[in-house]
């Protein structure tokens, strides 16, 4: 199965337990494979550096580039291709974009107005614990 995970659901994972987490650990343990861009990279870097993350990242004893790095060690990139407007959020168009580089089955959000659209071109727009049914299932 081929993943791509919002930048909500990848800070959750790499700072709490929970579905997103058990996302991360299927990967690692080959059940999925996971892809990002340039861009959704470089998303995460700003907000794992918002101010309200900053404790919880001490807290862990790691950094923002140590949370950087697992996460790269976890994912392959691909380039997007640019697309015309999708979603409201030019966010969210970036998180599509990488999906349909990446051929993914699945795109994993925590976002509401991705989460709405449902689908992109045959890619479901999940949560991650219904991304996690998904996988049981299979």
């Known amino acids: 199965m081929r993943l791509v995970l919002d930048i909500n659901v990848v800070v959750a994972a790499l700072l709490w337990r929970g579905p997103p987490c058990r996302l991360?650990?299927?990967?690692?343990?080959?059940?999925?494979?996971?892809?990002?861009?340039?861009?959704?990279?470089a998303e995460l870097g700003r907000v794992l550096r918002?101010?309200?993350?900053?404790?919880?990242?001490?807290?862990?004893?790691s950094n923002?580039?140590?949370?950087?790095?697992?996460?790269?060690q976890l994912?392959?990139?691909?380039?997007?291709?640019?697309?015309?407007?999708i979603t409201r959020d030019p966010?969210?168009?970036?998180?599509?974009?990488?999906?349909?580089?990446?051929?993914?089955?699945?795109?994993?959000?925590g976002d509401a107005d991705l989460l709405d659209l449902g689908a992109y071109q045959g890619m479901?727009?999940?949560?991650a614990a219904a991304a996690l049914a998904h996988m049981t299932q299979r």
């Open 124 to 127: 479901r727009i999940v949560s």
């Open 75 to 85: 994912v392959d990139r691909v380039i997007p291709l640019v697309l015309p407007r």
């Open 24 to 41: 991360f650990e299927a990967c690692l343990a080959g059940q999925a494979d996971c892809f990002t861009s340039s861009i959704l990279l």
């Open 91 to 109: 966010d969210d168009d970036h998180v599509i974009a990488c999906a349909l580089a990446a051929r993914a089955d699945l795109i994993v959000s």
């Open 50 to 61: 918002y101010p309200k993350l900053a404790a919880r990242i001490t807290a862990m004893g």
């Open 64 to 72: 923002v580039e140590k949370l950087i790095e697992q996460y790269t």
